[in-house]
């Protein structure tokens, strides 16, 4: 384990309040992994990114480096760069002098220097802009420096502080990809804070939700997405509807489910313990309920309210009998039916794709 | 409670692995307590005790049944009020006239306004006996009035809203500049006038700046020595000038003590409600798109009233400015006034060990309160330490505090070993650090503000210390502050009195105090050639500045802090 946070809790005190903003956040991190920490605005990520960099020390806790205590060793000592959300270049430096800075500390020979510059250039992407100034570079450019500045240091762990929030839509996905490619490149391991669910979802290998400065699920991109472990990362993740019941049996990994408000029993899969009469809900996903007849192992009456086409898919809003109201989306609308408005509609789900959880 | 006490220790923890930050605020810390407080706790004290050390408050009910000193309490206060409304008028004038039409010379205008600020505060109320007194040009040589009213209330706020408006203006200018014309275009979307703009969006959101303005000027006013020595006269005592009279005159320290203490009692209350009431009243208008100004916020007739308004004291200010140099090229002002050089020889013969002093003082503590200035404002927005606040209203101070109150201070802390500094150079060079550092700070604190702190964090994951980041990062960032610390410094050591005239002795001399010496005896042609001598050397050190770093520095940052 490269990076270990052991019961880290951040308490701020301002005039008298206090606020937690990190709680009990525990996690290993492992040689050449990239962690998100994925959350709204003000749930600790980044408070917990500013800890393992050194500008924060933690309340309780502690951060392990390389085996190494480093809770309060001050950033410059420890071999941890970051990528910072402005970039945070130095105005007044060139794009070389920019890579070259931590270098210039460390000591380093002109050749080896030099060499180590070509490298990074080359790998992410600048040649030919090495003397520029951070101002004649576009945003993604500027990114780009940041990065290699950052990289160039051969740091145990790469920091990233929502890195491409300033960039527009369609540069944000190819510097993703291209982030990604470079930390695979380089293996190297990697805390990357972000409030994009599909950011954290394209270039994870394990999502950490938080919320209110508690970890609220740690798991694979899928396992987020799909095994959610409370209604939280259900919600935050994706569209989601929920229904509600109660247990009625539990049989190997299948609930049965009972709805009293519609008069109907659903089997799912089983997303945590449960005895029979516990309270719960179905974790439903928009994309999960369909026309196919195969699917008919659950099935949902209701009215369709009204529909958005949306080119590659049609989402399309339902009402039960019971008021509560679904989203529902097809794919492919060329090939299928519209749905129409009004008309009374059947819709099916699958046991897999019915995820029970504790509501 | 515990996990305060805990975050406490981390803060304390924090500055303990840096052992040479803990230094510099530990000797921070040091320095500001016997150069700033340490002065100003003497003035109390010696004010409040009688000759064997005893408590003792008469040399207050002294001063106060005295009726000369009451009157000096109540016209200093008279003339600070009344220069802060004038001032302020003239200043918003300008700002206004200056961002919201399109009035021809402006680049005139802007220069007028500005540069007063290089000039010694003084030499206002030189000019004006020039050319309204006994010998004065326009009421002796044109009108032939010999006893034109020019010493008293009104010739010394004339004096004072001509130095002193310029701060005002560089202040409003900043304020006004600021509004977005939009929001004028808003109003008269709905319905509003030119007038009704003005007066419902223009105006209140102003006030914040006026308010500040006003209180600055009042404390400048206040502090004022140089103009109130020449002007006020014996008819109309001032506290300054009184303290100092009470002590250099009838050597009185107590007195002049207990009048200092007069003083700094406006002065502090006033600059507590600028910095810790007004100046947290701040409206700022964010919009997304850069908007350009119309220019229409003023009607064709307003706008050339305005302007004339401004030439008329644009022309006054000059003419005072001018009759200085006028001044120093005549035999005898308003008697004879043919051409002549005499007077810079005269300037050379008396007074050359005074100009090699001002100059070396000046050269010495401008750097090191530029440099102080900058540490200080790095510590007091990046750094958290406990004590940071003190650190800043300290460090602050010395801008509320009439040098007067420092100067009499000095004296009175420095007069004995371990600290037996009178009649030294070190005394006037650490007078001058100390009571210059603010300017530095305050621009130092403004452009740091606006530096994005990730700049510094991401020097610091790339292994820097704080050493590093700030000499290799902060510093080049706030270069501009620097400079311009480095100006203001400058020009305020080179133009100071009246703590200085406290301090100079017969081998350190300033030629501020020459200036004043001589037309106190009279001899104005003399002062007026000190005057443009010392004025030069202002200007050609900004010139030669402004050309080595390629124009980089503005003279309207950071000017608002800390005139004579």
Same mark, same amino acid.
Not at chain 2, 30 to 39: D, N, R, T
Not at chain 2, 236 to 262: E, H, K, N
Not at chain 2, 489 to 502: H, L, N, P
């Given at each position: 384990?490269?990076?270990?946070?052991?019961?880290?809790?951040?308490?701020?005190?301002?005039?008298?309040?206090?606020?937690?903003?990190?709680?009990?956040?525990?996690?290993?991190?492992?040689?050449?992994?990239?962690?998100?920490?994925?959350?709204?605005?003000?749930?600790?990520?980044?408070?917990?990114?500013?800890?393992?960099?050194?500008?924060?020390?933690?309340?309780?806790?502690? !951060?392990?480096?390389?085996?190494?205590? @480093? #809770?309060?060793?001050?950033?410059?000592?420890? &071999? *941890? =760069?970051? /990528?910072?959300?402005?970039?945070?270049?130095?105005?007044?430096?060139?794009?070389?002098?920019?890579?070259?800075?931590?270098?210039?500390?460390?000591?380093?020979?002109?050749?080896?220097?030099?060499?180590?510059?070509?490298?990074?250039?080359?790998?992410?992407?600048?040649?030919?802009?090495?003397?520029?100034?951070?101002?004649?570079?576009?945003?993604?450019?500027?990114?780009?420096?940041?990065?290699?500045?950052?990289?160039?240091?051969?740091?145990?762990?790469?920091?990233?502080?929502?890195?491409?929030?300033?960039?527009?839509?369609?540069?944000?996905?190819?510097?993703?990809?291209?982030?990604?490619?470079?930390?695979?490149? !380089?293996?190297?391991?990697?805390?990357? @804070? #972000?409030?994009?669910?599909?950011?954290?979802? &394209? *270039? =994870?290998? /394990?999502?950490?939700?938080?919320?209110?400065?508690?970890?609220?699920?740690?798991?694979?991109?899928?396992?987020?997405?799909?095994?959610?472990?409370?209604?939280?990362?259900?919600?935050?993740?994706?569209?989601?509807?929920?229904?509600?019941?109660?247990?009625?049996?539990?049989?190997?990994?299948?609930?049965?489910?009972?709805?009293?408000?519609?008069?109907?029993?659903?089997?799912?899969?089983?997303?945590?313990?449960?005895?029979?009469?516990?309270?719960?809900?179905?974790?439903?996903?928009?994309?999960?309920?369909?026309?196919?007849?195969?699917?008919?192992?659950?099935?949902?009456?209701?009215?369709?309210?009204?529909?958005?086409?949306?080119?590659?898919?049609?989402?399309?809003?339902?009402?039960?009998?019971?008021?509560?109201?679904?989203?529902? /989306?097809?794919?492919?609308?060329?090939?299928?039916?519209?749905?129409?408005?009004?008309?009374?509609?059947?819709?099916?789900?699958?046991?897999?794709?019915?995820?029970?959880?504790?509501? | 409670?515990?996990?305060?006490?805990?975050?406490?220790?981390?803060?304390?923890?924090?500055?303990?692995?840096?052992?040479?930050?803990?230094?510099?605020?530990?000797?921070?810390?040091?320095?500001?307590?016997?150069?700033?407080?340490?002065?100003?706790?003497?003035?109390?004290?010696?004010?409040?005790?009688?000759?064997?050390?005893?408590?003792?408050?008469?040399?207050?009910?002294?001063?106060?049944?005295?009726?000369?000193?009451?009157?000096?309490?109540?016209?200093?206060?008279?003339?600070?009020?009344?220069?802060?409304?004038?001032?302020?008028?003239?200043?918003?004038?300008?700002?206004?006239?200056?961002?919201?039409?399109?009035?021809?010379?402006?680049?005139?205008?802007?220069?007028?306004?500005?540069?007063?600020?290089?000039?010694?505060?003084?030499?206002?109320?030189?000019?004006?006996?020039?050319?309204?007194?006994?010998?004065?040009?326009?009421?002796?040589?044109?009108?032939?009035?010999?006893?034109?009213?020019?010493?008293?209330?009104?010739?010394?706020?004339?004096?004072?809203?001509?130095?002193?408006?310029?701060?005002?203006?560089?202040?409003?200018?900043?304020?006004?500049?600021?509004?977005?014309?939009?929001?004028?275009?808003?109003?008269?979307?709905?319905?509003?006038?030119?007038?009704?703009?003005?007066?419902?969006?223009?105006?209140?959101?102003?006030?914040?700046?006026?308010?500040?303005?006003?209180?600055?000027?009042?404390?400048?006013?206040?502090?004022?020595?140089?103009?109130?020595?020449?002007?006020?006269?014996?008819?109309?005592?001032?506290?300054?000038?009184?303290?100092?009279?009470?002590?250099?005159?009838?050597?009185?320290?107590?007195?002049?003590?207990?009048?200092?203490?007069?003083?700094?009692?406006?002065?502090?209350?006033?600059?507590?409600?600028?910095?810790?009431?007004?100046?947290?009243?701040?409206?700022?208008?964010?919009?997304?798109?850069?908007?350009?100004?119309?220019?229409?916020?003023?009607?064709?007739?307003?706008?050339?009233?305005?302007?004339?308004?401004?030439?008329?004291?644009?022309?006054?200010?000059?003419?005072?400015?001018?009759?200085?140099?006028?001044?120093?090229?005549?035999?005898?002002?308003?008697?004879?006034?043919?051409?002549?050089?005499?007077?810079?020889?005269?300037?050379?013969?008396?007074?050359?060990?005074?100009?090699?002093?001002?100059?070396?003082?000046?050269?010495?503590?401008?750097?090191?309160?530029?440099?102080?200035?900058?540490?200080?404002?790095?510590?007091?927005?990046?750094?958290?330490?406990?004590?940071?606040?003190?650190?800043?209203?300290?460090?602050?101070?010395?801008?509320?505090?009439?040098?007067?109150?420092?100067?009499?201070?000095?004296?009175?802390?420095?007069?004995?070993?371990?600290?037996?500094?009178?009649?030294?150079?070190?005394?006037?060079?650490?007078?001058?650090?100390?009571?210059?550092?603010?300017?530095?700070?305050?621009?130092?604190?403004?452009?740091?503000?606006?530096?994005?702190?990730?700049?510094?964090?991401?020097?610091?994951?790339?292994?820097?210390?704080?050493?590093?980041?700030?000499?290799?990062?902060?510093?080049?960032?706030?270069?501009?502050?620097?400079?311009?610390?480095?100006?203001?410094?400058?020009?305020?050591?080179?133009?100071?009195?009246?703590?200085?005239?406290?301090?100079?002795?017969?081998?350190?001399?300033?030629?501020?105090?020459?200036?004043?010496?001589?037309?106190?005896?009279?001899?104005?042609?003399?002062?007026?050639?000190?005057?443009?001598?010392?004025?030069?050397?202002?200007?050609?050190?900004?010139?030669?500045?402004?050309?080595?770093?390629?124009?980089?520095?503005?003279?309207?940052?950071?000017?608002?802090?800390?005139?004579?």
């Amino acid at each position: 384990m490269s990076l270990i946070l052991r019961n880290v809790r951040k308490v701020f005190t301002s005039y008298g309040t206090q606020t937690v903003a990190v709680d009990d956040f525990d996690q290993e991190i492992g040689k050449g992994q990239l962690v998100t920490l994925l959350g709204p605005s003000g749930c600790g990520k980044t408070t917990t990114l500013r800890i393992i960099a050194g500008f924060e020390v933690p309340t309780n806790g502690r !951060v392990l480096l390389d085996g190494k205590d @480093v #809770t309060n060793l001050p950033p410059n000592r420890r &071999s *941890i =760069s970051m /990528v910072f959300q402005s970039y945070a270049l130095f105005p007044h430096l060139t794009v070389e002098e920019n890579i070259a800075f931590g270098l210039k500390l460390k000591r380093l020979d002109k050749k080896t220097m030099k060499k180590k510059i070509r490298e990074m250039t080359d790998l992410v992407g600048l040649k030919g802009l090495e003397k520029r100034r951070p101002d004649q570079l576009s945003g993604g450019q500027q990114q780009r420096v940041a990065l290699a500045r950052s990289l160039v240091m051969e740091p145990s762990v790469l920091l990233f502080d929502e890195p491409l929030s300033n960039l527009d839509a369609k540069l944000r996905e190819s510097m993703r990809l291209e982030i990604r490619r470079i930390q695979q490149e !380089v293996d190297i391991t990697s805390v990357y @804070v #972000t409030h994009d669910q599909v950011e954290a979802m &394209s *270039i =994870s290998d /394990v999502i950490v939700v938080m919320n209110d400065g508690k970890v609220m699920q740690i798991g694979s991109p899928f396992d987020i997405y799909a095994r959610p472990q409370n209604s939280f990362v259900a919600d935050f993740i994706g569209r989601v509807n929920f229904i509600d019941g109660e247990v009625e049996s539990v049989d190997g990994d299948s609930v049965t489910v009972l709805c009293s408000s519609l008069g109907k029993r659903f089997v799912g899969s089983k997303g945590g313990e449960f005895a029979v009469g516990d309270s719960v809900r179905i974790v439903l996903r928009p994309e999960s309920l369909s026309d196919r007849e195969e699917d008919k192992i659950n099935i949902l009456n209701g009215k369709v309210l009204k529909y958005v086409f949306l080119g590659s898919n049609v989402e399309y809003e339902i009402e039960l009998p019971d008021g509560k109201r679904l989203n529902a /989306v097809t794919f492919n609308p060329i090939e299928r039916k519209f749905p129409v408005v009004g008309k009374e509609t059947e819709l099916f789900f699958s046991k897999k794709s019915a995820w029970v959880i504790k509501s | 409670m515990a996990i305060r006490g805990e975050e406490a220790k981390n803060r304390f923890l924090n500055l303990l692995r840096d052992p040479v930050l803990l230094l510099i605020i530990v000797l921070i810390f040091a320095a500001l307590a016997i150069f700033i407080v340490y002065p100003l706790f003497r003035v109390f004290a010696v004010s409040m005790t009688d000759k064997e050390g005893r408590f003792d408050l008469s040399a207050y009910s002294h001063a106060f049944s005295n009726r000369y000193m009451r009157q000096g309490f109540f016209n200093s206060l008279l003339v600070a009020g009344l220069t802060a409304i004038f001032g302020m008028l003239v200043g918003y004038l300008f700002a206004y006239t200056l961002n919201r039409t399109d009035i021809p010379l402006k680049g005139f205008f802007r220069t007028v306004a500005v540069l007063p600020i290089v000039f010694p505060p003084f030499i206002g109320a030189l000019s004006i006996i020039m050319l309204f007194g006994f010998n004065g040009i326009i009421t002796a040589g044109i009108f032939g009035i010999r006893n034109f009213p020019v010493y008293g209330l009104w010739g010394l706020m004339m004096a004072q809203v001509v130095c002193f408006f310029p701060v005002a203006f560089i202040t409003l200018d900043g304020v006004i500049g600021t509004i977005s014309p939009t929001l004028e275009d808003a109003a008269f979307n709905l319905g509003a006038n030119r007038w009704q703009a003005f007066r419902k969006v223009i105006l209140p959101m102003s006030v914040p700046g006026i308010a500040s303005t006003m209180l600055v000027l009042f404390i400048e006013s206040l502090a004022d020595f140089g103009n109130p020595l020449i002007l006020a006269g014996s008819k109309f005592p001032v506290l300054s000038v009184q303290a100092y009279l009470q002590i250099t005159g009838m050597f009185d320290t107590r007195g002049g003590a207990a009048l200092a203490v007069w003083l700094l009692f406006p002065s502090i209350v006033a600059f507590v409600i600028q910095k810790y009431w007004v100046g947290k009243k701040k409206y700022v208008t964010v919009t997304g798109k850069p908007t350009t100004s119309v220019l229409k916020s003023v009607s064709k007739p307003v706008k050339w009233i305005l302007f004339s308004l401004c030439m008329l004291i644009a022309v006054f200010t000059l003419t005072i400015y001018a009759t200085i140099f006028w001044g120093a090229f005549v035999k005898a002002w308003g008697m004879n006034n043919t051409f002549t050089l005499e007077n810079f020889r005269y300037v050379f013969d008396v007074g050359l060990e005074a100009i090699k002093d001002t100059l070396i003082i000046a050269f010495t503590s401008t750097p090191i309160s530029a440099v102080l200035g900058m540490i200080i404002a790095f510590l007091l927005v990046r750094k958290v330490f406990p004590g940071r606040r003190v650190m800043e209203f300290t460090s602050m101070l010395s801008f509320a505090v009439p040098g007067t109150v420092i100067g009499i201070g000095y004296i009175l802390a420095f007069n004995k070993p371990p600290l037996l500094l009178t009649g030294t150079l070190a005394i006037l060079v650490l007078n001058f650090v100390f009571r210059y550092i603010p300017v530095g700070i305050q621009s130092g604190v403004a452009l740091l503000n606006q530096v994005d702190p990730a700049i510094e964090e991401a020097a610091y994951t790339l292994g820097a210390d704080n050493r590093q980041v700030f000499t290799k990062v902060t510093l080049p960032l706030i270069m501009p502050a620097f400079f311009s610390a480095l100006v203001f410094a400058f020009v305020r050591a080179m133009t100071a009195i009246s703590a200085a005239i406290f301090l100079v002795s017969a081998r350190w001399n300033l030629i501020t105090v020459q200036i004043l010496s001589q037309s106190d005896s009279g001899r104005l042609s003399e002062a007026c050639a000190f005057s443009v001598l010392l004025i030069g050397m202002i200007m050609s050190f900004i010139l030669i500045l402004k050309i080595f770093l390629k124009n980089k520095i503005s003279l309207s940052s950071g000017g608002t802090a800390g005139q004579g």
